[in-house]
């Protein structure tokens, strides 16, 4: 292409692109940024300049298991980043805001308790249009501003766990401030309180705080766990005043980018929803499709 350029004369001149910001100064300038694939790692080199580089974790949902895992090779050089990282330095998590990017996070939470871990929701990092590789609303690290990814790798922090079986080291949040906030029932109650009906519903709360922090949608107990694990008070306050007031309306759920290309529906030609192989569906009842 270049050849024929020239052969062609001079082309129109285009301004360059900006140059990528370096780390933000303190402890994590020189960071390793770990990401979920290639994309991801384009859109964090374009905001910053990590001066350890970039990992792409390779992680896949793995069938036997029942859900995502990181192959022992990639967790190996995790490892290895983190007992290598020099005074100043870090490794630092960048997962998508989704149930494949908390499972590989959680992988990493109790092989690699030294990493730190950075969050952006999926209101700051879901694709604006529809392209041929994604729908539009497609979560990823790919779709954030540089800002934001800027600011997120700023706020990172370490997880409340010293990993393996150790467990969470933090109980800050617990199931009765859940359904406080209306995002769970009450312990021990078959049913969480109608009130909650007319605000959308206990199921779709719960989701939208999890796209909020970043970590996708949980069930109750999953939720407490992601807050203990890495969220201050503050964070998930300002997470519950983000959700909708009594009657307005609940944003769909962002979709998955794991599950876009085995489980599109193009519901331009078909009233049928997608189905999500992976979509949580509690006991008893059937997914979509398949009473």
């Known amino acids: 292409a270049g050849a024929a350029g020239a052969a062609g004369g001079a082309r129109a ?7 990528a ?6 402890p994590f300038k020189d960071a390793v940024v770990v990401v979920e694939g290639t994309n991801d790692v384009r859109a964090v080199t374009a905001a910053v300049r990590p001066l350890g580089g970039t990992m792409i974790l390779k992680g896949s949902y793995n069938n036997k298991m029942g859900h995502y895992n990181v192959p022992s090779e990639v967790m190996a050089l995790v490892a290895a980043a983190v007992e290598k990282a020099p005074p100043g330095g870090a490794v630092i998590v960048l997962t998508d805001s989704d149930t494949a990017g908390r499972q590989l996070r959680s992988r990493i939470v109790q092989d690699v308790p030294g990493c730190l871990h950075a969050f952006i929701g999926a209101h700051e990092s879901s694709a604006a249009e529809e392209t041929r590789y994604h729908r539009a609303g497609n979560v990823g690290v790919e779709h954030a ?8 790798l700023a706020a990172a ?3 409340s766990s010293s990993g393996g079986q150790a467990g969470i080291t933090r109980d800050v949040f617990q199931r009765e401030q859940l359904a406080e906030w209306g995002l769970c029932g009450p312990m ?24 909020y922090l ?7 107990k999953q939720l407490i766990r992601q807050m203990n694990l890495f969220f201050t008070e503050e964070e ?23 599950s876009d290309k085995d489980t599109f529906v193009d ?14 569906v509690k006991p008893g009842q059937a997914p979509p499709g398949f009473k």
């Open 236 to 258: 998930v306050a300002a997470a519950v005043a983000s959700l909708p007031k009594e009657g307005e309306a609940i944003p769909a759920k962002m979709t998955d980018g794991g």
């Open 188 to 211: 021990g109650e078959s049913a969480p309180d109608p009130k909650w009906k007319r605000f959308g519903g206990v199921a779709a709360r719960r989701r939208l705080i999890g796209e």
């Open 21 to 26: 910001a370096p780390m933000p100064n303190g």
């Open 145 to 152: 501003r540089p800002d934001v990814i800027r600011r997120a």
């Open 13 to 19: 001149s285009r301004a360059p692109a900006p140059p």
């Open 157 to 159: 922090r370490p997880s």
């Open 267 to 280: 519901t331009r030609k078909s009233a049928e929803p997608a189905f999500d192989m992976y979509a949580y």
């Open 214 to 220: 970043g970590v996708g949608d949980c069930d109750a």
